[in-house]
C-alpha cells in the first residue's frame, strides 16, 4: 500500500518540473526592423575644393586641388578590412591604424604609401564607423607635395565628423 501512494508523489513532482512553454504573438502584418539613418558628414574643405569633381551614389565625392585629391564616402558597416581595402588598396594588417572614438562613432585613422605610374603618391584616411555605417574621408598627394599640404589636410581632418544637425560639407566660404 504504501508503494501506491509514492508512484503518485513521484508522478506530481516530476510534473511540476517540465519546460515551461514559451509563446510568441504574432501579427498579420509583417514587421520590418527599422534600419539606423545614415548620418550626415560635417567637413570643413578649403576654398578651392568648393566643388566635387565627380560625385556618385556609390564611390562618393571627389574633390580636385593642383596638390591633393580628397575622397569623401558612405557606405554600410560591418567589415571595416574591406573598407579601408577599397579606399586605400591596402589592408587592414598592413597598416598601423589609430582607434579613437568620436562622439557615438569608433574613429580609425592612419597614413599609407603606394607607388603608381606617375610615382609614390602620400595618403591619409579616416573611417568613422556608427556602427550602422563606415563614413571614409581620405587625401591623396604626390610624395613631393604631401609635407606642404599637411597643414591643410591636419585641418580638414580634424573637422571630419558626424553632424547633428542639417550641417554637411563646408567650404570655408
Known amino acids: 500500500m504504501k508503494k501506491l501512494w509514492v508512484i503518485p508523489l513521484v508522478v506530481f513532482l516530476l510534473v511540476g518540473c517540465g519546460?515551461?512553454?514559451?509563446?510568441?504573438?504574432?501579427?498579420?502584418?509583417?514587421?520590418a526592423p527599422v534600419a539606423a539613418m545614415e548620418q550626415r558628414i560635417q567637413l570643413q574643405l578649403p576654398p578651392e575644393l568648393s566643388a566635387p569633381a565627380l560625385e556618385s551614389e556609390t564611390a562618393g565625392k571627389l574633390y580636385l586641388c593642383d596638390d591633393y585629391s580628397v575622397t569623401v564616402q558612405t557606405v554600410s558597416a560591418g567589415d571595416l578590412d574591406k573598407t579601408i581595402r577599397n579606399a586605400t588598396g591596402i589592408g587592414r594588417d598592413e597598416l598601423q591604424i589609430l582607434?579613437?572614438?568620436?562622439?557615438?562613432?569608433?574613429?580609425?585613422?592612419?597614413?599609407?604609401?603606394?607607388?603608381?605610374?606617375?610615382?609614390?603618391?602620400?595618403?591619409?584616411?579616416?573611417?568613422?564607423?556608427?556602427?550602422?555605417?563606415?563614413?571614409?574621408?581620405t587625401a591623396m598627394a604626390d610624395e613631393e607635395m604631401a609635407g606642404k599640404v599637411s597643414e591643410q589636410w591636419r585641418e580638414i581632418f580634424t573637422s571630419f565628423s558626424l553632424a547633428t544637425e542639417r550641417e554637411e560639407i563646408s567650404t570655408g566660404s
Open 19 to 31: 519546460k515551461k512553454e514559451n509563446l510568441e504573438t504574432m501579427s498579420d502584418v509583417p514587421v
Open 99 to 137: 582607434q579613437t572614438r568620436q562622439g557615438n562613432a569608433k574613429r580609425y585613422q592612419w597614413v599609407w604609401s603606394a607607388n603608381g605610374e606617375t610615382g609614390t603618391q602620400v595618403g591619409r584616411g579616416c573611417v568613422l564607423d556608427d556602427g550602422t555605417y563606415h563614413y571614409v574621408l
